[in-house]
């Protein structure tokens, strides 16, 4: 129907140019009707609507109604024409047993004459009967009534159009279905989908990042990170300062941690960095003096699979010792690039 | 998740392990000229289940606390 909708006002408008007096009425009344289902076919797909753009479909649905009779005598059903063949034939034996009983009193010519007669009542009778059995009743004509107020109560119509259902229907579930062993085929179906679109988004990340110039790799992880305008790492912004921390002790006091343990661990980490200005002190003393800040979540910028330029903010969330959410699922990440040895025993 | 090992290493995780978020702080190293600050990250190291490979009922990698030896590290989040 939307391709037809495409083409089909003009085929008609171009076929029905040239009208005689006798056609003008009931061809004008065609392209009427075509006109008002192809503006409500076009409306319909709109993404959203406003009051006017609703009146306006239902006006087009309800010229598409008034002016729909004209082709209902094209729409002559299989039984119908049944029905109309046997009405003709059962008229055909009738005049053929009283043809036989006044045969004798006839002339041949009156004879001729009543035969023509009673063809031409059986042709009426039969173009009586079809336009009364013909109707554009149908299932699909019903529901279009119902665009305007469904489009009301749950927005926009192409919303739940069953095309994408159908498509996938055809390339993910057959195929899937085909290349599983037949038994629990959902879970296969599932699986063999989410690989095949995993590999096809690798792919097609790997061919637009080979594209992006200023890819670096990053030391010690291995890991490829697009280097942006002014960074060579991706972004990332530490929010939600806690006030109630200045100083390591605070802090271990905050989070319930034994200082001994925390500072084994800052010593552990900065024997790990690189000997220079800006390695923390490996002095316990000293380090217990440095100023600190505490912060809630940290916010780091992801580009994008297919655009480079844009990103999407992953937030890691800290949340002490405490379960998130009583102890629910998360789905919170946390990158971290380890400086020194790559391989560090845990 | 935190990248400790090679990627051989902990199975389906590819060398890193699961960590749980206790803290984010930044430190200024006040004693030094560069007077540089670290963004760090006090996480709590979990052990991968079954070496660190898909649960097969689930889908799941399961991770569970670590009993013995030390849990806790520092990493770097950036500077």
Known sequence: MRNLSRCISAVLASALRNLDSSQYHDFKRALKCVRALV???????????????????????QTFHLTKDIFVKFRTSKATRTRADRQDWELRELMA???????????????????????VERSNRRADLIPCENHINFIK????????????????????????????????INDGYRRSNKNDTARQILSQYGCQHALGMTLQTREALSKVKGVIVAEDSGMEMLAFSSHTTPRRVL?????????????????????????????????????????LPADPNEVGLLPVER??????????????????IHRARCTATKAFRNGG???????????GTRTMEI | MVQTGGDANYGDLGGRVVARLLALFKISNILSEAGAVHWLALV???DPVNSGRFHIASGDIRVSRRVNGRDMRIVSIGE
């Open chain 1, 39 to 61: 503006d409500f076919s076009l409306m319909a797909q709109y993404r959203s609507h406003t009051p006017d753009t609703l009146s306006y479909m239902e006006s087009y649905l």
């Open chain 1, 97 to 119: 047993d009283q043809r036989a009983e006044e045969v004798h009193h006839r002339t041949v010519a009156n004879r001729n004459r009543q035969a023509d007669q009673k063809r």
């Open chain 1, 141 to 172: 004509m019903r529901y279009m009534t119902h665009f305007a107020s469904h489009a009301r109560h749950f927005g926009s119509i192409s919303m739940n159009s069953t095309e994408i259902g159908e498509l996938a229907h055809k390339d993910e």
């Open chain 1, 239 to 279: 929010k939600g300062c806690m006030k109630n921390t200045s100083t390591l002790t605070e802090l271990c006091a905050t989070l319930n941690i034994h200082y001994s343990d925390m500072m084994q661990e800052i010593l552990c980490f900065t024997r790990q960095t690189a000997p220079d200005d800006r390695r």
């Open chain 1, 295 to 312: 912060f809630a979540p940290l916010e780091i910028l992801v580009g994008n699979l297919q655009e480079t330029d844009k990103f999407q």
């Open chain 1, 329 to 339: 699922p998360r789905n919170d990440c946390l990158w971290s690039r380890l400086v």
């Open chain 2, 44 to 46: 709590c190291i979990l």
